[in-house]
């Protein structure tokens, strides 16, 4: 099979909220010849389905209950070919996807509804203030079409953006209200981006300007970012790359680096993070202490628990404290406290364009179970750790229920404590991007 037939085969059975994407991929990258051809293929299109499918449809007519799982994946990845690649030869695009729809008749009907759809286009490259008969596909430029395929972003501004950036309409809706229309335009860009790799210095091994160059020379693309490296283009996988088996450095985003200084734990404390799997965050801030005091690192997962364990080993970071959950909790009750980190389990819609998955799974009944789970999580720490005055309670969400929320909720329960400072980063598609979280210091 050549990389398209993989490709094919693999969306063919891909079920949107269903189909777990990392072990799609994991299968086809350990089957293709391209494999940055056939990981930026995949991860756009399911971003993108939902847009895909209205253009289709509205332009031809043709639709997934009416045509074979194959045929209509055909039809995706050729409109997906044409709009989302403009730098692809648009016949080229049609002629490599119509010879894979099957039979004669198939491939006859493949061929009619894509090249409908190109004659409805007046540019498949142009910027273009958001309107009906425009789709964006990165910042400001996108595809035009001679007639209007979505609703009225003046009209109907949820139900635009939902359509044109394949998120849920009730979760971009949150974001107008609560962000207004800049903001939340901004953010479904974000959330379709490719997402930017930086890399985090581990400063008790190396410095940013020695990594930096390391990488340099064995040939990545690469730049700094303050104290943090953006890797541009690797050429091989993370783990691979010169410096990772010697600790020198892990992979963060910068706004989850950014949490670790908002932190800003001084040498000599002890800090528990309850929630850590898989350490990254931990691992950060026991670097930031200079190698003296300790980090408690637990996780209630006891299998993600096992990646903390490994990257300490990794980083060299000795003054890292792995424990099971209970272990870490009857640990710390005999210890003082300077304070307890929750990165509490969230809806990720922060990190939608890492989560490929979860536009698809998200349901505003699942936000408030979250809801219940992160208050909980604090509760736990309050009624088994008595003794702790400090809280630092984080999420990779940007939505207002799982952030300031959770603590109003607190501070109205408690009738004491006070959220002293708040951090709520959108995410961003300016420059390198960067991913959406929330960071808060509780204390009591």
Known sequence: MNDRELILKALTYYKPGKTKTESLLADLLSKCSDKAFVNNFCCGIIRSLPAVDI????????????TSPQLWTVLRCGVF?????????????????????????????ANAV??????NISSRSVESPLRADFLPVS????????????SSPDKEPAEYLSQVYSLPCWLV???????????????????????????RPNKTLTTPEKLLELLREEGAAAYRKGDIIALEKAGRPVEKLPGFEEGLF?????????AGLFINPAPGQRILDLCSAPGTKSSHLAELMQGQGEVISTDINPARLEKARENKQRLRLDNITVLDYEQAFQYAADRQIDAVLLDVPCSNSGVLSKRLDMRYRLRPEGIKQLN????????????????????FYSTCSVEKSENYGIL???????????????????????????????????TL
Request: net charge positive; aromatic share 10%.
């Open 250 to 258: 892990c992979v963060q985003d910068i706004t989850a680096f950014e």
């Open 114 to 119: 894509l090249r409908t759809v190109i004659r």
């Open 139 to 150: 910042g400001a430029a996108g595809c035009l079409f001679k007639q209007d395929i979505f």
């Open 372 to 391: 219940s789970q992160q208050y909980d999580i604090i509760k736990t720490v309050l009624t088994r750790l008595p003794a702790v005055k400090k809280l």
């Open 173 to 199: 809706a949150g974001w107008l209200k609560n962000f207004g229309w800049e903001k939340a335009c901004a953010v479904c860009r974000a959330s379709n981006r490719k997402p930017g790799l930086y890399l």
């Open 408 to 442: 109003h909720k607190l501070l109205c329960e408690l009738d004491r404590g006070a959220i002293r400072r708040t951090k709520l980063t959108l995410p961003s598609d300016v420059s390198f991007g960067r991913d959406g979280g929330y960071i808060a210091e509780f």
């Open 55 to 66: 253009v289709t449809a509205k332009i031809s007519g043709a639709g997934e209950k009416k």
């Open 81 to 109: 070919d044409i709009i989302y690649r403009p730098k692809q030869e648009i016949y080229a695009a049609v002629n490599e996807w119509v010879k894979l729809a099957g039979g004669k008749k198939q491939r006859g009907f």
